[in-house]
């Protein structure tokens, strides 16, 4: 046996009406507090994805989820979250995407409802929301045409005071078309 516990399985967020959610990701820190982010949106309306996070302390009951879009300029969504834990707190990389441009932030939060934008790793000029698939089951992703989806490969890790991110975005030379999807690229960047 690898394990000493019993698995448990839990509950960490309900959703209602229309709401999608896709892609969980799930951070621990050393002290065994759990991060769970997923991304969420409506059928009827992908462009307001939105991404949501919940706690769960050791023994303790995990949080009502919580939104990040208060560390998110206004008028962007965001999507693809990666999460990872720390001694001193959270780190959730997470894609934002605005009319005109898509970045990869990394976000910090202390105690895993308020968070605060820590850096820009990488942008994408040229590739606005009308473009850019912020999740993996909806329509952009699978059939519409000139579309770029990142094929579902985000990774945050960190260790040592160091964080290493690996995030897909088009290189640079491939968006200068609305035509034009981009060609993938990995990317992976330190802090």
Do not use: A, P
């Given at each position: 046996k690898m394990w000493n516990a019993t698995p448990t399985k839990r509950n960490v967020a309900t959703l209602k009406g229309d709401s999608i959610l896709d892609l969980p990701s799930l951070g621990a820190r050393p002290n065994g507090d759990l991060m769970a982010c997923w991304?969420?949106?409506?059928?009827?309306?992908?462009?307001?994805?939105?991404?949501?996070c919940a706690t769960r302390t050791a023994g303790a009951a995990w949080s009502t989820p919580h939104g990040i879009d208060a560390a998110l300029p206004p008028g962007t969504a965001a999507g693809w979250p990666a999460v990872v834990g720390t001694e001193s707190g959270w780190y959730v990389m997470t894609y934002v995407t605005g009319r005109t441009r898509t970045?990869?932030?990394?976000?910090r939060s202390a105690d895993g409802a308020t968070f605060s934008n820590v850096a820009t790793l990488a942008g994408a000029e040229g590739l606005g929301n009308d473009r850019f698939c912020l999740t993996a089951?909806?329509?952009?992703?699978?059939?519409?045409?000139g579309k770029f989806s990142i094929g579902e490969y985000v990774s945050l890790d960190a260790r040592r005071g160091r964080i290493a991110a690996a995030y897909v975005l088009p290189r640079p030379d491939s968006v200068s078309t609305r035509a034009r999807r981009g060609t993938p690229a990995v990317y992976v960047t330190t802090l």
């Open positions: 991304s969420q949106w409506s059928r009827t309306d992908e462009s307001h994805n939105q991404v949501r970045e990869v932030v990394l976000l089951v909806s329509t952009c992703h699978r059939k519409e045409k």
